[in-house]
């Protein structure tokens, strides 16, 4: 059985935001790669984490480029880089003992031009607009979402919720936290968003939705996202990845 190839029509960008004097968000964005991490704010070092978990997908993206997608298991190269990552991490805090703790969020997706992996460890979150909706791919990995799961924090009460922002799991220097792992096929006409919490803390999920779904190219989406958060406040930095899914060039 055959599949129609697609590939990816995609836009990245970042902000410090109103309020934090660094930016500790790294992004990655190519044809077979899309990632946002964010380092993890009030530990040492959540820049370096996070550029590091973007060095090793970076690598790990020049490696592709020499191979034929379609053999390749997806879910366990991702599983892989994840590891690798967690390995860099603790190389870098052997080396710079003042990184020692540094950790950072994750949510990372690979294309082979039919199917997606995805890999998700933390608070950054990858949402599809599919057919006009909006639905989030992603679980937070925070205390909140635990408290919600078990009903004990109302759905609608989390986004404003104390302790939002407490991670369960993060890739991080002292140990890490196994990735939810996933795979799934592209339709046409989807379209991906992966944010850090900058974006979907000060920005509600309908008013995602509408941006997405009102404005055509993802270059232009990028900068209306993050004026949006900014508008709202712009607490933390701002780092979102946009991508559609169209036809391959003859296919």
Request: proline content about 4%; charged content about 25%.
């Amino acid at each position: 059985m055959t599949h129609d190839r697609y590939v990816l029509r995609y836009a990245a960008g970042s902000d410090v935001g109103k309020r934090r004097q660094v930016n500790e968000d790294s992004l990655y964005a190519s044809s077979r790669l899309l990632a946002v991490a964010d380092g993890i704010g009030g530990q040492p070092h959540g820049e370096v984490a996070s550029a590091t978990a973007v060095d090793v997908l970076r690598e790990l993206d020049v490696d592709l480029r020499r191979v034929d997608l379609t053999g390749v298991d997806l879910a366990a190269t991702l599983a892989g880089v994840v590891k690798s990552i967690d390995q860099r991490l603790t190389e870098v805090a052997s080396n710079e003992p003042a990184t020692v703790g540094m950790g950072t969020t994750l949510t990372a997706l690979m294309f082979d031009g039919v199917e997606f992996a995805a890999a998700h460890v933390g608070d950054s979150r990858g949402y599809l607009l599919r057919e006009g909706g909006l639905r989030r791919l992603t679980r937070d990995h925070t205390l909140v979402q635990a408290l919600v799961e078990d009903g004990r924090v109302a759905a609608e009460d989390a986004d404003s919720h104390p302790r939002r922002s407490l991670l369960m799991k993060a890739l991080q220097t002292t140990g890490s936290s196994d990735p939810d792992i996933w795979t799934f096929k592209a339709k046409p006409g989807d379209r991906y968003l992966l944010c850090s919490d900058g974006l979907s803390g000060p920005v509600t999920e309908a008013t995602m939705r509408d941006v997405l779904a009102a404005i055509k190219e993802p270059a232009d989406v990028i900068p209306e996202l993050i004026r949006l958060a900014n508008e709202g406040g712009g607490p933390d930095n701002i780092t979102c990845v946009v991508a559609d899914i169209v036809p391959a060039p003859g296919s």
